[in-house]
């Protein structure tokens, strides 16, 4: 484990200085970051013009939902965004190989290599989001429910990893496909809102087989003080699951990889 954690950080070193390449970037990116999460507040006040609440969640929980999103969409796109959709290019030109050969896990160094740090404004702007919803709710969490947020949004982002790793696993045998990725935004963008305004066969699939229903409603029930230890036992075992599978999944697939040498 120490080996990965410093392989990780030797990985968060060399794309920092990278990044510091290009800092002129940075003020459009945090312009573009801000320009979003605006949109994103001024639409569900859009929403609430109409009705008082939305999924049974009163506007301050839906704000306090949209930061989680936001926190975690920044999570995403720091760190899984840009090594996933290059998979599926390591695996039509065949540079896997070079990667194969690395004394590291493939799965890992495919997972973690690259990673944009101008990405992480967006979790900071999640987290300004999460305390303007509370302080629209008047309520301020319990360093119980902090705790149980953080194994929450944890056990979401781990969920999200291993559903996206899966999808592009399947690059292994559908490599004509151009991009995967938007298939998991796709899914994604469904964590936005509350699970309640979903209704019938929807709401049954984003719950019990695609669960986005864990992996933003969770953590915002949780900072909203209505969680239970129940629900988030089940977060994190259904997110160490996945994993699992995730793992399990990409050793098979290894199995039908043919290199560029083939």
Not at 79 to 87: F, I, S
Not at 100 to 114: E, G, I
Not at 205 to 217: G, M, Q
Request: with cysteine; hydrophobic share 55%.
């Amino acid at each position: 484990m120490r080996r990965y954690v410093r392989i990780f950080r030797e990985f968060f070193r060399a794309c920092f200085v990278e990044e510091l390449e290009y800092r002129s970037e940075f003020l459009g990116n945090l312009i573009s970051s801000f320009f979003g999460i605006g949109i994103a507040i001024l639409t569900v006040n859009i929403f609430f013009y109409q009705t008082d609440q939305l999924g049974g969640w009163t506007y301050a929980d839906v704000l306090v939902l949209l930061g989680v999103f936001n926190t975690l969409r920044g999570l995403i796109d720091f760190a899984l965004r840009p090594n996933m959709p290059r998979l599926l290019e390591h695996v039509r030109r065949g540079t896997l190989d070079y990667i194969l050969t690395k004394p590291v896990d493939s799965m890992f160094y495919v997972s973690f290599r690259h990673l944009v740090f101008w990405r992480l404004i967006d979790v900071l702007l999640g987290l300004g989001v999460i305390g303007y919803g509370l302080v629209e709710k008047h309520y301020i969490p319990s360093l119980v429910d902090v705790v149980i947020f953080i194994v929450t949004i944890t056990a979401s982002f781990v969920l999200i990893y291993s559903l996206w790793m899966m999808l592009m696993t399947t690059s292994f045998w559908v490599i004509r496909i151009d991009d995967l990725s938007f298939i998991f935004d796709s899914f994604f963008e469904t964590a936005r809102f509350p699970v309640g305004m979903y209704r019938g066969w929807v709401r049954v699939v984003l719950t019990y087989v695609l669960p986005a229903a864990v992996i933003t409603n969770m953590p915002a029930l949780s900072l909203l003080g209505k969680w239970n230890m129940t629900t988030a036992l089940i977060a994190v075992l259904l997110a160490l699951v996945f994993l699992w599978l995730a793992r399990r999944f990409w050793r098979f697939a290894l199995r039908f990889y043919t290199s560029a040498s083939s």
